[in-house]
Every structure is written in structure tokens, then in C-alpha cells.
């Protein structure tokens, strides 16, 4: 397989059907490597990004994806910091060859000092880091983190029976009636006409509750307008007469038939109604009535998720680190500019060891 680089959006639009097929043959490909969440993110990142193309060597058609990022000296996946899950985009009969390829490419012809891969809800990542399973890198795993999920029965009175406690199905009984029954309450859901209405409503909500970097806000504006014209998104919105109360976005893929939350925000003024529950009960039921199987909470184990009836699986988060005399120095330097400016201090004796002698990290 040959392995090819592209790195500005004119290349990446002409992917698009290619990496569609790819993605759809691909049962271990999650939605934030898909071609119209990257493409909203690689529009806004500021990061390098690129991606390695695997292409057959019959045909020289692309058939395999691994989008990656450079921020100075280390090498990111291409969706961090915003994506849940990273990844390859490779059906499963070119697997061992294109991951061959991109980890040989990695190694010979990408400047790094240390790769973090992050988020990597993807089993063929042990394939890839066996290429690096030598004494020119170390490879440590970082973090494991937690991503409720739950699993969704054929019905909505099924999955309040049988999939969350009494005590919770009562919650969500009484507040989906009090959205319904008092008329200053009302929901709704983001449509061609007001797209845009819905998600600026939904980042400034969500930012006036949690704050965030003004790229995250841009990040996600381009990612939910190109799911929403890829037909990947849902975004709903809890309101009390003409203020929103509680929001949630939520990706959609119907071959896997998995819904995906992403960001959601709420009122907490509103203790009773409790409007963050509101939506996410509103999203699980829709995802049950248009026949998906996971409703996916993603990264963190707050203890909301599991009232849902999530159940957990881990997401590994793994760092590699050149070794060696070059990087040893390069290292140096840096630490070396950064005493100029008051940043750090050197120790003495650390110029000569600096050099001279290869570091274990």
C-alpha cells in the first residue's frame, strides 16, 4: 500500500467520497472521524493537521484514512482536543497493510518527539503501537477514561421498565408530563430553517454555563453545520416561554446505529424540572423510536449518565516518545531558551548531561 499526505481542505473535499466508503465498510470507526466532523474541525483547528492516505497499489484509490495533527513538537490525533474518540478510517480487509503503512510513514517521514494518542476508542491501536515496540521509543499508557454507554431496547416503555430504576423511570415519567402539560414549556428540534438559530442558542448557553476557549465554540459551530448537512446531527432545546432552559447535541450514525452526545447545557435554577435530564431523556427516546441500539454518553462517569442506565467502557489514551541523542538536545535547547526568559532553571552539570547522555523519557 502506498502511503500519501494531505493537508489543506481543497484535498480533503476531494476525499469525501472515498473516505463516505471507507467509513461505512469500517465496524471500528466512531463519528468524530468521520469525513464531515473532521472537516468541520480541520476548517478551525489550530493545529497543523494532515492526513496519511492509504491508497491500493492496483488502482491507487484511497481506501484508508489516518488524520493527525501537529502542535510544534508533538504529534496529536486529528480530532484532539475536541473529538470523544479518535481513530483509523480503514475497512477491515486493507487493516494490516495500511496500519503497517502509516506507522512506517510516522516513524520515517513526520518530525515528532512524542506522539500522544488519545481517546483512541479503537482496538487496532495495539496493531500500530507493535511498530514501535523497539529501543528507539518508549510507550507508556496515559490514562483510561471512562464512557458510559447504554444499550437500547425496542421500545421507550421498555427501556423505562427495564433499563433504568424505578426511581428514575418516575423522574422522567413526571418531567416529560410537566414539558408537555404546562404551556409555557416547550421543546424543539434543529430543522433546515433554523439550524442556525438552534446552534447558536445551544454555544451560548453552553458557554455562559461551562465557558470555554473561543476555538472551541468555532470548532463546534463548523462540526454541527456539517453534520447537520451530512444528516449526523440532532440538536434539541428545552425552553420556558422564549428562554432556553436545557440543550443537548447529539451526533447521529445510522449504520451503526448509535446515537453520540456531545455537548449539552442547563439551567440549574430549575432544581425540580432538572432540564439536563429533560433533554437527555428526550434524545434517548428518539434514538429508541428511530431504531438505534447505543445511546453513547462519551468521555467522563458523572453519575447522571449511570441513573440512564450506562454501563461503562474505557477509551485508552496512549503516549510514545522518541529515544536518542537528537532529541535529547532539541529538548535541551528548549529548556535552555526558556531559562533565558525566566521560564526555568538549569542545574548545573545539566549542559554536559543534556548532550551527552540519552534520556529515558
Given at each position: 500500500m502506498k502511503i500519501t499526505r494531505i493537508d489543506n481542505l481543497q484535498q480533503f473535499d476531494?476525499?469525501?467520497?472515498?473516505w463516505d466508503a471507507a467509513y461505512a465498510a469500517d465496524?471500528?470507526?466512531?463519528?468524530?472521524?468521520?469525513?464531515?466532523?473532521?472537516?468541520?474541525?480541520?476548517?478551525?483547528?489550530?493545529?497543523?493537521?494532515?492526513?496519511?492516505?492509504?491508497?491500493?497499489?492496483?488502482?491507487?484509490?484511497?481506501?484508508?484514512?489516518?488524520?493527525?495533527?501537529?502542535?510544534?513538537?508533538?504529534?496529536?490525533?486529528?480530532?484532539?482536543?475536541?473529538?470523544?474518540?479518535?481513530g483509523f478510517?480503514?475497512?477491515?480487509?486493507?487493516?494490516?497493510?495500511?496500519?503497517?503503512?502509516?506507522?512506517?510513514?510516522?516513524?520515517?517521514?513526520?518530525?515528532?518527539?512524542?506522539?500522544?494518542?488519545r481517546n483512541v476508542m479503537d482496538g487496532r491501536i495495539d496493531r500500530f503501537l507493535e511498530h514501535f515496540q523497539s529501543a528507539r521509543f518508549t510507550v507508556q499508557l496515559k490514562a483510561q477514561t471512562s464512557c458510559p454507554h447504554v444499550r437500547l431496547p425496542d421500545t421507550w416503555e421498555r427501556y423505562l421498565r427495564e433499563s433504568v430504576g424505578p426511581t428514575t423511570s418516575r423522574d422522567i415519567r413526571r418531567s416529560l408530563k410537566k414539558v408537555d402539560e404546562v404551556e409555557r414549556f416547550r421543546v424543539t428540534c434543529a430543522e433546515a430553517e433554523d439550524v442556525d438559530c438552534h446552534v447558536e442558542t445551544l454555544l451560548e448557553h453552553w458557554?455562559?454555563?461551562?465557558?470555554?476557549?473561543d476555538y472551541y465554540?468555532?470548532?463546534?459551530?463548523?462540526?454541527f453545520?456539517?453534520?447537520?448537512?451530512?444528516?449526523?446531527?440532532?440538536?434539541?432545546?428545552?425552553?420556558?416561554?422564549?428562554?432556553?432552559?436545557?440543550?443537548?447535541a447529539a451526533f447521529l450514525d445510522p449504520a451503526r446505529k448509535t446515537m453520540t452526545a456531545c455537548i449539552t447545557s442547563s439551567d440549574r435554577t430549575y432544581a425540580q424540572l432538572r432540564p439536563g435530564k429533560v433533554v437527555y431523556a428526550y434524545g434517548i427516546r428518539y434514538a429508541i423510536e428511530h431504531g438505534y441500539e447505543v445511546f453513547d454518553?462519551?468521555?467522563?462517569?458523572?453519575?447522571?449518565?449511570?441513573?440512564?442506565?450506562?454501563?461503562?467502557?474505557?477509551?485508552?489514551?496512549?503516549?510514545?516518545?522518541?529515544?536518542?541523542l537528537p532529541v535529547t538536545a532539541r529538548r535541551f535547547v528548549r529548556r535552555l531558551q526558556a531559562s533565558w526568559l525566566g521560564e526555568s532553571t538549569i542545574q548545573p552539570g545539566e549542559a554536559r548531561a543534556g548532550y551527552l547522555e540519552p534520556s529515558s523519557s
Open positions: 476531494r476525499l469525501k467520497e472515498s465496524p471500528h470507526a466512531t463519528i468524530c472521524v468521520s469525513w464531515a466532523w473532521l472537516r468541520g474541525w480541520f476548517a478551525v483547528t489550530p493545529h497543523k493537521w494532515f492526513v496519511l492516505v492509504g491508497r491500493s497499489h492496483k488502482t491507487s484509490a484511497p481506501v484508508a484514512f489516518f488524520p493527525l495533527a501537529l502542535d510544534h513538537h508533538r504529534l496529536l490525533m486529528g480530532g484532539n482536543p475536541l473529538a470523544d474518540y479518535t478510517v480503514c475497512p477491515p480487509e486493507h487493516e494490516a497493510e495500511a496500519i503497517s503503512g502509516f506507522a512506517a510513514y510516522v516513524q520515517r517521514h513526520v518530525r515528532w518527539e512524542k506522539l500522544y494518542l458557554h455562559s454555563r461551562w465557558g470555554c476557549p465554540r468555532d470548532g463546534f459551530r463548523e462540526i453545520h456539517r453534520c447537520f448537512k451530512d444528516g449526523r446531527l440532532w440538536l434539541s432545546i428545552l425552553w420556558d416561554d422564549t428562554s432556553p432552559i436545557g440543550a443537548l454518553f462519551t468521555r467522563g462517569n458523572e453519575d447522571y449518565k449511570f441513573s440512564f442506565g450506562a454501563v461503562e467502557r474505557f477509551s485508552p489514551s496512549v503516549a510514545v516518545a522518541r529515544k536518542g
